[in-house]
């Protein structure tokens, strides 16, 4: 059974009472959630939440599954979204996910065995100038060739 | 002719992320002067200035300030910091590197405006941008640039930063609305507009970040300074990301007017070597694409771009090779707008759906001639009949690739590969 840590109950309603109405803490809170989980929300979580935002579950379950930085299935301790859009995609990030796929041994959307990397397709990250680009949990790498890309990720602890 | 650099002014210079280096470049004169003006005064500048939306529409702002009705109900300021459109990323820059222009600047419009709380919506991948921000935020409370009784003023104001979580559509500004409201981010029919009804039912001014940056040039330097740059329509400077192809890609600050071959070539560094230049997308993934000859006779002003049946936008302009397919190109596209589709009105969750589909059917090399009529046909369902507009911005793509490098699409459902890379370019794992 999920438990909201006191960490993050505390860190919740500290958001609660931020807003102007406690809807606005929605989002906050699950990324708070998401923080305490290791990068992902299941249906216990969304009810630990609900329970102490005093939210219907269906109602927070909307918001959840309407943003896409909020993941519904497992990632990896670093998850590495690539950005797709045009900038990136004419200068060559289909060849940076086809790479690192393959090193690393996973599809897109999965995580590899050790659980340390997942990798998505994401959409435009805003980072179009220095593209092909990665975001890795919450920073950019930019300018990345596959080889560049792939020695980051190994550099990583 | 070359880059203005009035906006970016701080850009190059590290100590400016700080409220002291900030100070030390005139950081905050502009509000004090500003608390000494009547509100009015400075809503009667930025209207005289001409100042247009710099997020995309391109709305007067001046204009928009000057709908907020006059019955004493709170108001609030949003700044639209969701930065989204594909090819655009000016804002980020402009939040990392000079956070002070934008809390300074909205400081001076929230008086303008009698608002007394303002939400920076910052889209939420930007945790860098979010981090100087609320650094910034508590340096300027700290110093009484916000809070209670501003520099002795009388008057208050609060501001805060709120993350945004992944959808595009946030960047439409009642889509920004429904998100701040702790909602799914889909935009709400207008009218009413967010200045009579828009967060919380309270009337709402929300405005681009660089729109809300450009209202300290034209209180400094005065509203005849200001329309010194650009064009009788479209006066003052923008900031430009030029992406893409191109071997200088950045952002760019111009006086509107600038010719865009100009940005291309003498700013931008031109074209890779032995390549030519084939299409450009001149305000971001929405404007229709201006083919090589088109290219040639563009300005990068509001007149300019819509005489090419194209627009300014958010002043991304996007450089594609000869050695890219458009059929490609445009698939690519049409995948960013049903992914990003809010799924509120059919004509557009179908559409992008059916846009991405059958252009991908044909890039699989599995496509019939009268794919190509039946995507204008998707397309010509999906303008106007929809609560926002990106529906209309997932069509004109379509019906711009389509019409300007129609042989591309012929040739890749005739022969079943691209004509530019001699190959099937997908192969059927769709990538979501």
Redesign the interface.
């Known amino acids: 059974m999920f438990e909201l840590s006191s960490e993050s109950v505390e860190e919740v309603k500290k958001q609660m009472a931020r807003f102007e109405t406690i809807e606005s803490a929605i989002i906050p809170s699950l990324y708070a959630v998401q923080k305490q989980n290791q990068g992902w929300i299941n249906d216990e979580a969304i009810e630990a939440l609900s329970k102490v935002m005093q939210i219907p579950s269906s109602r927070i379950n909307e918001v959840f599954k309407f943003y896409t930085m909020f993941n519904q299935k497992k990632v990896g301790k670093y998850h590495v979204q690539l950005c797709g859009t045009l900038s990136c995609h004419i200068n060559g990030a289909p060849d940076i996910s086809d790479f690192l796929c393959q090193n690393l041994d996973i599809g897109l959307d999965e995580v590899t065995a050790d659980g340390k990397f997942s990798i998505s397709r994401v959409e435009c990250l805003g980072s179009c100038g220095t593209g092909p680009m990665m975001q890795v949990n919450e920073t950019y790498y930019e300018s990345l060739t596959p080889e560049l890309a792939l020695s980051i990720l190994k550099g990583l602890p | 002719m070359s880059e203005i650099k009035i906006l970016s002014q701080y850009y190059d210079k590290p100590e400016f992320q700080f409220l002291e280096g900030y100070k030390q470049n005139g950081g905050y004169q502009m509000l004090e002067k500003a608390l000494k003006m009547q509100p009015q005064e400075i809503i009667d500048m930025v209207k005289a200035s001409g100042l247009r939306g710099r997020g995309g529409a391109g709305f007067p702002t001046g204009m928009k300030w000057g709908f907020l009705p006059k019955n004493g109900e709170p108001r609030y300021l949003l700044c639209n910091a969701d930065?989204?459109?594909?090819?655009?990323?000016k804002?980020?820059m402009m939040m990392e590197k000079a956070p002070h222009q934008l809390v300074e600047s909205m400081i001076i419009s929230s008086f303008a405006v009698d608002s007394h709380k303002s939400y920076i919506y910052v889209?939420?991948?930007?945790?860098?941008s979010i981090s100087i921000l609320n650094k910034a935020i508590e340096e300027a409370y700290k110093a009484g640039y916000l809070g209670k009784n501003i520099l002795g003023s009388g008057f208050d104001h609060d501001m805060?930063v709120?993350?945004?979580?992944?959808?595009?559509i946030c960047g439409e500004e009642t889509g920004l609305i429904s998100?701040?409201?702790?909602?799914?981010?889909q935009p709400k029919l207008k009218p009413p507009f967010p200045a009579i009804q828009g967060y919380?039912k309270k009337p709402t001014i929300v405005n681009n970040v660089e729109t809300l940056a450009s209202v300290i040039p034209i209180l400094r330097d005065g509203v005849q300074e200001y329309r010194k740059y650009g064009t009788e329509k479209s006066p003052g400077t923008k900031l430009f990301?030029?992406?893409?192809?191109v071997k200088k890609?950045?952002?760019y600050e111009l006086a509107l007017g600038y010719p865009l071959k100009s940005l291309i070539y003498d700013l931008g560094g031109g074209i890779k070597a032995g390549r030519s230049l084939k299409a450009v997308?001149p305000g971001g993934?929405s404007a229709p694409v201006l083919t090589a000859e088109e290219v040639e006779k563009a300005n990068l002003d509001y007149e300019s771009l819509s005489g090419l049946g194209s627009m300014l936008g958010s002043g991304?302009v996007?450089v594609?090779d000869d050695s890219?397919c458009m059929v490609?190109?445009l698939a690519?596209?049409t995948h960013?707008y049903h992914?990003?589709s809010?799924g509120q009105c059919t004509p557009c969750r179908e559409g992008t759906g059916w846009l991405d589909k059958i252009t991908h059917r044909i890039l699989a090399g599995q496509g019939r001639m009268s794919d190509i009529e039946l995507l204008v046909k998707v397309a010509d369902n999906m303008k106007g009949r929809t609560i926002c507009a990106l529906s209309d911005a997932a069509a004109l793509p379509v019906l711009s690739f389509v019409t300007k490098f129609r042989h591309e699409f012929e040739y890749y459902v005739k022969e079943g590969r691209s004509l530019v890379k001699g190959k099937v370019l997908y192969h059927g794992q769709m990538?979501?």
């Open positions: 930065e989204g459109e594909p090819g655009t990323f804002d980020r889209r939420g991948e930007y945790y860098k805060d709120y993350q945004g979580a992944g959808a595009y998100s701040l409201e702790g909602k799914k981010g919380l990301s030029l992406s893409g192809n890609p950045g952002n997308i993934s991304a996007i594609i890219q490609d190109c690519n596209l960013f992914h990003e809010c990538h979501h």
